[in-house]
């Protein structure tokens, strides 16, 4: 079972995403085990501090070391053998891709780091092993980053989705790289809208095509950059 701790400032902006979201099913199933880690648990003085003004000068409060470095070997000291991926939420990480979705479905414990205010000490980031952006933009706090990446990782867990392994095979980013094909259900004409002949003439071997041909047509248009 894959255990996943979020470390956040605002834990409450968990709440629905725990308790509507795929995310809620695979706890439910027994797929994996997710806690959500009050930073200021951590904090230090009365006044449980994580974060203080900035060497040097400049906007904003950095996040700081202690509260962090206590946070994160808390959550590694649970048994399992500290082989876990620490993961910090920042701008300056790598894109998160459905490859890294996938990597992550595999492993046993994944900690996230959700940084806020204007970011952390440089030094917190020696207690990751990876760091992870979900795009060229720059966000408030990390809480919707990691909660995007939970989503995506927990999904590919086995028996989450219905349907099995087939649910995610043809999805957009999956093996074949493309955007998913379009797709359709009832009625097979709305509003002068028809559904494609193919998919209605139950022939397996030309539908596959189609999706093949519609998937490879729509990545080369709205995403070339997909197909390198």
């Given at each position: 079972m894959l255990k996943i701790d979020i470390i956040s400032v605002q834990p409450q902006m968990f709440r629905g995403f725990l308790e509507e979201s795929i995310?809620?099913?695979?706890?439910?199933?027994?797929?994996?085990?997710?806690n959500i880690v009050d930073l200021r648990e951590f904090g230090e003085g009365r006044w449980r501090k994580v974060d203080d003004k900035p060497y040097g000068g400049g906007p904003g409060m950095l996040m700081k070391c202690g509260p962090w470095f206590a946070a994160v070997e808390s959550c590694l000291s649970d048994g399992l053998d500290?082989?876990?991926?620490?993961?910090?939420?920042?701008?300056?990480?790598?894109?998160?891709?459905?490859?890294?979705?996938?990597?992550?479905?595999?492993?046993?414990?994944?900690?996230?780091?959700?940084?806020?205010y204007e970011g952390f000490d440089a030094r917190i980031e020696t207690l990751a092993t990876d760091m992870y952006s979900v795009g060229d933009f720059v966000m408030t706090g990390g809480e919707l980053a990691a909660a995007a990446m939970t989503d995506a990782i927990v999904r590919l867990l086995p028996g989450v989705l219905g349907g099995g392994p087939?649910?995610?095979?043809?999805?957009?980013?999956?093996?074949?790289?493309?955007?998913e094909a379009p797709q359709y259900t009832?009625?097979?004409?709305?509003?002068?809208?028809?559904?494609?002949?193919?998919?209605?003439s139950g022939d397996h071997r030309k539908i596959e095509a189609w999706k093949r041909s519609e998937s490879s047509r729509l990545?080369?248009?709205?995403?070339?950059?997909?197909?390198?």
């Open positions: 995310a809620a099913r695979a706890v439910k199933k027994g797929a994996c085990e997710i500290g082989r876990a991926r620490v993961v910090m939420t920042s701008p300056a990480g790598r894109k998160f891709t459905q490859r890294d979705a996938e990597a992550f479905a595999k492993e046993r414990h994944i900690v996230f780091m959700c940084g806020h087939a649910a995610t095979a043809s999805e957009s980013f999956g093996a074949g790289g493309g955007l009832h009625p097979p004409e709305f509003r002068g809208m028809k559904v494609p002949e193919v998919l209605l990545t080369a248009e709205l995403r070339p950059d997909l197909k390198g």
